[in-house]
């Protein structure tokens, strides 16, 4: 089981350019999270999808938008991006809806 | 708003000692708790989690949760340098059945040989 996979692992992006953020989870979970690092502010949640077919947003959900594609694939697209996108962002997976396994991360630039 | 608060760190200890974690949560309903360690450009990894009052042991970690106190601590026995890293407490609260994690800014760890 390769567990949690994002694409890309790195990105740079020009201002107002837009790109997907996709992530795919083998272990049959329900629930797939997007959070976002920055130095200093922790780990934010971005949006989340409870199941199959549902999306809600988290704590910073300006400037992003989600599709969960089936139960496999959660993405996270960014339409216009902005400086203060930059960040590391990574997409979580669990099954019970207690413990998250994380995926390997996404770095993303916005110049 | 729901608050996750740890010490930033670093905390230095020295290999072969015990290195004590700590961790305080605002929301008084919360059930689910759980450490992660983060190596530097690393992804979070699930350590250990903790549901009810007491201690959890796992090989050399030890989580405590004290739920009238809101304080959930872990211990690292017999630390090595290898555990050097940052480590982050989450909590899930009751009722939020999205099952939304709020995570501590975390601890950063550094093990001297």
């Known amino acids: 089981n390769a567990g949690v996979t994002q694409t890309p692992k790195f990105q740079v992006l020009k201002t107002g350019q837009s790109m997907t953020l996709q992530c795919a989870q083998d272990m049959n979970h329900n629930s797939m999270y997007w959070y976002r690092q920055d130095p200093g502010m922790g780990l934010r949640l971005i949006y989340y999808?409870?199941?199959?077919?549902?999306?809600d947003k988290g704590e910073v959900p300006n400037g992003y938008n989600v599709s969960r594609l089936n139960k496999r694939e959660f993405s996270l697209r960014l339409e216009s991006a902005a400086p203060s996108q930059t960040s590391v962002y990574f997409c979580?997976?669990?099954?019970?809806?207690?413990?998250?396994?994380f995926g390997p991360g996404t770095r993303l630039t916005v110049t | 708003q729901k608050e996750v608060e740890q010490n930033s760190g670093p905390l230095s200890v020295p290999e072969g000692a015990i290195a004590s974690l700590n961790c305080t949560y605002s929301?008084?309903?919360?059930?689910?708790f759980f450490w992660y360690r983060q190596y530097s450009g690393k992804s979070p990894e699930l350590i250990m989690s903790i549901y009810s009052n007491g201690d959890k042991e796992d090989g050399r970690f030890t989580a405590q949760l004290n739920k009238a106190s809101q304080y959930v601590s872990l211990l690292i026995r017999d630390s090595q340098p290898s555990d050097s890293a940052t480590y982050l407490c989450a909590v899930i609260a009751s009722g939020a059945g999205s099952y939304q994690l709020t995570f501590g800014k975390g601890t950063k760890l550094s093990v001297i040989p």
């Open positions: 979580a997976s669990t099954a019970s809806g207690y413990e998250q396994y």
């Open positions: 929301d008084r309903v919360s059930q689910s």
């Open positions: 999808s409870a199941s199959e077919g549902t999306t």
